[in-house]
């Protein structure tokens, strides 16, 4: 069993930056990918961005690509997401996710193993 906790959600104004981290009790971490979701009010649950076991790979959906960047520390079984220039729109509940495959199952949305709890993210204009 994983356990994934997210941390580091918050208010904060458009243009400004936030750093979620996500630690998972596992003692296998690099055996999985590593991904973030999110869901705004009223919407599906979305792709954000996701990251290959050793770290080489990364992927992002458009909405993000350039202002959002995945990393993982590997000794520290941690995985984060340095948010720049965030937008209103990207107030949702962002969601940490552990799975056994590729970041492009991750991107697909084919199920993931693990998921955290959320920290929710609100940018005021």
């Known amino acids: 069993q994983v356990q994934l906790v997210e941390s580091g959600g918050g208010l904060v104004q458009a243009g400004g930056s936030l750093r979620l981290s996500c630690a998972a009790s596992v003692r296998t971490f690099s055996s999985y990918a590593m991904g973030w979701f999110r869901q705004a009010p009223g919407k599906e649950r979305e792709f954000v961005a996701a990251?290959?076991?050793?770290?080489?790979?990364?992927t992002y959906a458009d909405s993000v690509k350039g202002r959002f960047t995945i990393s993982r520390d590997n000794t520290k079984n941690t995985v984060y997401l340095q948010m720049n220039s965030l937008k209103p729109e990207d107030t949702a509940v962002y969601y940490c996710?552990?799975?056994?495959?590729?970041?492009?199952?991750?991107?697909?949305?084919?199920?993931?193993?693990?998921w955290g709890k959320g920290t929710l993210v609100s940018v005021s204009s």
């Open positions: 996710a552990a799975d056994t495959g590729t970041t492009q199952r991750m991107r697909d949305m084919k199920g993931m193993d693990y």
């Open positions: 990251i290959s076991k050793s770290g080489g790979v990364t």
